[in-house]
């Protein structure tokens, strides 16, 4: 089963376009959803509208891009975190052994 949206390669003009259409297109089914909506929430149909259409919008809207750990391979991992350590100055001074030694971590401690 094809899962990828119909609206993921759209732009937002030709989204909200959509939108429009589809709401004409259902216009009786919407309105049945609103009346629906409007009986088991106690709220008038100008308070549920506006969430109606909202969850209409993020319903059409495209997904967003995952994130780069999500979809990368372990080369591409590797690859990238080269670059990032590569991308750092060379000439940082080092710690002292005292500055990374477990003594210097728990100094407060002694108090």
Known sequence: M???PFFQDKNPGQITQLLHNF???HKEDL???L???????CRTPEQIK???DAMLEHLVEPP???????TATPEE??????????????NTP???????SRESMYDDERL
């Open 2 to 4: 094809n899962t990828t």
């Open 23 to 25: 709401e004409s297109a």
């Open 31 to 33: 309105e049945a959803i």
């Open 35 to 41: 009346q629906v909506l409007v009986k088991i929430t």
């Open 50 to 52: 506006p969430y109606l």
């Open 64 to 70: 967003k891009k995952r994130p780069f750990y999500e």
């Open 77 to 90: 991992r590797a690859r990238a975190f080269r670059e990032w350590a590569d991308s750092h100055e060379r």
């Open 94 to 100: 080092l710690l002292s052994d005292y500055a990374v």
